[in-house]
């Protein structure tokens, strides 16, 4: 039942539609104009005001600073007590072992060996780099993988000789 009649129905109440809408809209704009004219008046500022999200942001970054502050007094506390910025080392009987200070563990699986070359050279060091961010920055990165269910199939040994060359995987084996 489509008719010229319907259609030209259907526009007109569109438009009508689009008329209340964008008159509600003016007089919104129209009213907060008003309140900011009205809020300098009172106030006798010259500038008009600012608006809530700016407001939040102000009230925001001074939480921040209040933060700030209070972690720098926390850090120089540390340093007075002894601490050092390295990451700790925790010393035993026979060898004195460090701890990670992170752990970025990127899963991957069999057969994407372009997708972790790529990663490789992109932004993870390798070979004496990645052996120099563990020792000096703490920070350890590897691969993550599982072993396949055929255990020792040509999907293992794959991944068994890239971790030779590259020594950044840690295999996950299922004990079930």
Not at 20 to 43: C, F, H, P, S
Not at 62 to 80: I, N, P, T, W
Not at 83 to 101: I, M, Q, R, W
């Given at each position: ?38 809020l ?68 991957t ?26 020792d ?32 950044d ?8």
């Amino acid at each position: 039942m489509r008719s010229p009649m319907s259609a030209m129905m259907l526009a007109m109440f569109a438009t009508m539609a689009s008329f209340y809408v964008a008159g509600r809209l003016w007089q919104d704009a129209q009213n907060r104009v008003y309140m900011i004219k009205e809020l300098d008046r009172r106030t006798g500022q010259g500038r008009s005001a600012i608006s809530v999200d700016d407001t939040l942001k102000v009230v925001s970054c001074r939480q921040q600073g209040k933060r700030l502050a209070s972690l720098e007094m926390e850090l120089a506390a540390a340093k007075h007590e002894g601490f050092v910025g390295k990451y700790t080392s925790e010393t035993n009987a026979t060898h004195s072992k460090k701890k990670p200070l992170v752990v970025i563990g990127i899963m991957t699986s069999f057969g994407r060996k372009n997708y972790r070359e790529a990663v490789r050279k992109s932004w993870l060091p390798t070979g004496s780099l990645l052996k120099k961010l563990e020792d000096e920055k703490g920070i350890v990165v590897r691969f993550i993988v599982g072993r396949s269910a055929n255990r020792g199939d040509r999907f293992d040994r794959e991944i068994d000789d890239e971790n030779r060359s590259t020594n950044d995987f840690v295999i996950l084996v299922c004990l079930i």
